[in-house]
T-cell receptor, first 110, second 113 residues
Framework: NAGVTQTPKFRILKIGQSMTLQCTQD?????MYWYRQDPGMGLKLIYY???????DKGEVPNGYNVSRSTTEDFPLRLELAAPSQTSVYFC?????????FGPGTRLLVL | GESVGLHLPTLSVQEGDNSIINCAYS??????FIWYKQESGKGPQFIID???NMDKRQGQRVTVLLNKTVKHLSLQIAATQPGDSAVYFC????????????WGLGTSLAVNP
């Protein structure tokens, strides 16, 4: 199993641009999560999903959207990038009270 | 060495020493607690967990202690190695949804050779 994979690894966006951060897991986990981590800080939950077709907001959802059309994929969409969205984004899936994380996407908005 | 609190403190230890990383949790009804390790440039990785009906759990070179009276959790790393250098997070399930985790701010552990 590849586990949780994320693409791209790094991206620079201009203010107002849009992009989709991709996340895929091959462990057949129902629960998936998107977090952001600012430098020197902990993790903040953006959105999560309990299964295909079901998503819910976390603590910092503004400026982001998600979809979950399949069990495997959970993309995160930024519609109008802002400098405040400069961060590292982690996708995770859940099994047996443990979250498994992807390697992260580093996003810089200038 | 010992570190307290959830404000991303830095703990610096000598290679070979034991490390103690502390965490205060908020929900006395949490069923379990988890410790994660995050190395630079990587996602968090599960280290060890402990159920709320336990006081102590041991893994390979790591021990987690749970004190429910004062809602305190600690991670002890024996014979700390340079590869242990990372940020360590404690986490507990959200009181309203146990498939969501509440994360501490983390403690940065630096191991000096």
């Amino acid at each position: 199993n590849a586990g949780v994979t994320q693409t791209p690894k790094f991206r620079i966006l201009k203010i107002g641009q849009s992009m989709t951060l991709q996340c895929t897991q091959d462990m057949n986990h129902n629960y998936m999560y998107w977090y952001r981590q600012d430098p020197g800080m902990g993790l903040k939950l953006i959105y999560y999903s309990v299964g295909a077709g079901i998503t819910d907001k976390g603590e910092v959802p503004n400026g982001y959207n998600v979809s979950r059309s399949t069990t495997e994929d959970f993309p995160l969409r930024l519609e109008l990038a802002a400098p405040s969205q400069t961060s590292v984004y982690f996708c995770a899936s859940w099994m047996r009270e443990t979250q498994y994380f992807g390697p992260g996407t580093r996003l810089l908005v200038l | 060495g010992e570190s307290v609190g959830l404000h991303l403190p830095t703990l610096s230890v000598q290679e070979g020493d034991n490390s103690i990383i502390n965490c205060a949790y908020s929900n006395s009804a949490s069923d379990y607690f988890i410790w994660y390790k995050q190395e630079s440039g990587k996602g968090p990785q599960f280290i060890i967990d402990i159920r709320s009906n336990m006081d102590k759990r041991q893994g390979q070179r790591v021990t987690v202690l749970l004190n429910k009276t004062v809602k305190h959790l600690s991670l002890q790393i024996a014979a700390t190695q340079p590869g242990d250098s990372a940020v360590y997070f404690c986490a507990e399930p959200d009181a309203g949804n146990n498939r969501k985790l509440i994360w501490g701010l983390g403690t940065s552990l630096a191991v000096n050779p």
